[in-house]
């Protein structure tokens, strides 16, 4: 009997041990895959070329002297630009103040090194409402500062600086104050929020004028071929660049400053093919959050957000360094995230995705390697259902495909904090040669299925599957 008690043993170690060798061999064979997909992104996202042909805005009425209106001459050289076939308007050395600025295919706007546009706090100035999404449900609005809808073969280019003017006393207040009866969006928030879910249509989702939603800064919509290189941005009303609906988009070497509500940096929004390279942000939300509609208005869509890169980057304060969600109901799949640095004691997570079973969606393969983390306040690594609702829907979110290798942290609350529903465990983490150190409480695994780690350390010590 011991020696058929043995044997039996034997085999079941022998089962077990194949079982998980072929299971580690296959992750590391599916992040390889993953990571090969890169060079092929790349070569499809090809940044727009522009004729030679410069516009100054100088020659059609604007004065950089802070305080002539050029909102017209930026739309007179805008116009001129894109009918002679396109070149770049020019904004020269100066302040120039301004209104919303449309942009129109083959058109690049070059805002020069010593050059500002700063953009009026009076919601009037973005009149006529346009079609915009808040918040990610489709509506029409306040005009973003800067515009495109259907448009190709367009770019915010220069050394210049985007200037908002947003604070405590105009856009920042609309989010809601603790002073009572001071205007804010909650009302006209919920109305929309009621309206999408209600499939009302898009076309009598009209705000604006008295309903305090703020505009994003920079939103093109149904664009093609997008360059966003080389500017700064101040004091945003609320999401900083958001591309939605669009594809072919480069993001580089932009500095983000904006650390009012909302102010994420960068958010892709059902795009595909987006690279986001050698920026800094500084945010007062998410540095760059990945969306794709909220709720029954992001399933009524139905677009994904798909093939985005990001490479380089300096994530300091926000709320998560790369972030998927919450807005996530038409999916995410295929995020690639390398060489960056996150550091701040302002910065709540290095991989965050956050989603409840109000928004659904399924968000697959991400990947993340040679990420070098300081300190952030929450978790290295996040994944959480239980985001503002909670599981109050009828939408099951599935999170599967997260490969995170050669990951270093020095300072964090948690490791890993993966928070799902029994019903649907976060699947399928691949953690690969990761030290976190200065973690205080460990790993938080509430419902997973198939992690493996290999050579994942916290605080020194090898971190096993349980």
Request: glycine share 8%.
């Amino acid at each position: 009997m011991n020696q058929l008690r043995l044997l039996k043993n034997y085999f079941l170690f022998f089962f077990f041990s194949i079982f998980y060798t072929t299971g580690h061999s296959q992750q590391i064979h599916d992040q390889d895959l993953g990571w090969n997909q890169v060079k092929s992104i790349l070569a499809a996202i090809r940044a727009p070329k522009f004729s030679s042909k410069n516009f100054s805005i100088v020659s059609y009425g604007a004065k950089g002297d802070g305080s002539t209106d050029c909102t017209k001459a930026f739309k007179d050289a805008i116009e001129a630009c894109s009918k002679a076939g396109g070149g770049r308007v020019v904004v020269p050395k100066g302040i120039f103040m301004s209104g919303a600025i449309h942009l129109k295919s083959n058109v690049n706007l070059y805002i020069s090194k010593k050059a500002t546009i700063k953009f009026y706090t009076d919601p009037s100035k973005y009149l006529p409402v346009v079609f915009t999404r808040f918040e990610s449900v489709e509506c029409y609005n306040y005009s973003p500062l800067i515009y495109a809808y259907g448009q190709e073969n367009i770019a915010l280019t220069g050394k210049g600086t985007l200037d908002g003017q947003a604070d405590d006393t105009n856009w920042w207040k609309w989010k809601g104050s603790k002073i009572p009866n001071e205007i804010n969006q909650v009302e006209s928030v919920n109305k929309l929020n009621k309206m999408g879910e209600e499939g009302i249509p898009v076309s009598e989702r009209v705000f604006g004028e008295n309903h305090y939603l703020r505009s994003s800064f920079i939103q093109f919509i149904k664009c093609k071929n997008i360059l966003i290189d080389g500017i700064s941005i101040v004091r945003s009303p609320m999401w900083e660049i958001n591309p939605v609906l669009s594809e072919n988009i480069t993001v580089q070497n932009i500095k983000i400053s904006s650390l009012g509500p909302n102010n994420d940096g960068c958010d892709p929004e059902s795009c595909k093919n987006v690279l986001i390279k050698n920026c800094v942000f500084n945010t007062g939300d998410d540095c760059i959050a990945i969306k794709s509609g909220r709720n029954n208005d992001g399933r009524r869509v139905d677009v994904p957000s798909e093939n985005i890169i990001i490479q380089n980057c300096r994530m300091n304060d926000g709320h998560g360094g790369v972030v998927i969600g919450s807005e996530i109901s038409g999916s995410v799949r295929n995020v690639f995230a390398e060489n960056c640095v996150m550091d701040s004691p302002n910065l709540d997570r290095a991989l965050r995705i956050k989603t409840n079973s109000v928004r659904g969606g399924i968000v697959e393969n991400i990947y993340m390697r040679n990420i070098k983390i300081g300190q952030v306040k929450e978790a290295v690594v996040l994944v959480s259902f239980q985001y503002q609702e909670g599981d109050a829907g009828n939408f099951t979110p599935v999170v599967r495909n997260i490969y995170v290798s050669n990951v270093t942290s020095d300072k964090s609350n948690y490791g890993l904090y993966l928070d799902a529903y029994e019903r649907s465990p976060v699947t399928n983490v691949f953690i690969e040669k990761c030290n976190f150190n200065g973690v205080k409480n460990g790993n938080l695994l509430n419902y997973t299925r198939d992690l493996i780690f290999k050579e994942f350390y916290i605080n020194g010590k090898l971190v096993e599957v349980q």
